[in-house]
């Protein structure tokens, strides 16, 4: 089975890695070909650079960029190249669970009459969060 988890990027280059490092770690079913695709939509900052540091990593990780602002523009990209039985997507300040790709694999086999599943997720919210965000639903 080939997972290919899509994220588009855009100015995050630290949480970028972040994100890819807890990918990493995430633990792989034995049978399954994980690759990442990773969509850099017109960053200025070291997107690039960032993604560059895992290129020697097992795990295969295609670069795309896309010029064009949206990240619609940039899913639409990145789904030109999947090829994959179950394609994951995520964003770029997540750390995912290390049992993440197990249990989305998990899924798929016992459900193969669906097509879309969902879980948990945990946000890298910055330092300071702005005053219009409430991420404690005290307002």
Known sequence: ???EIIICTYNRAERLRV???????AEVPVGVDLNIIIVNNNSADSTEDVIREFA????QIKYLFV????KSYALNTALKYVSGNLIA???DDIFVDKNWVTQMVSAFERYPGYNCFGGKVLAMYPENMPKWLDINGSM
């Open 56 to 59: 020697s990593h097992s795990l």
């Open 67 to 70: 010029e064009k602002q949206g």
């Open 89 to 91: 997507f995520t964003d």
């Open 1 to 3: 089975m080939k997972v």
């Open 19 to 25: 994100t890819i490092r807890s990918i990493l770690s």
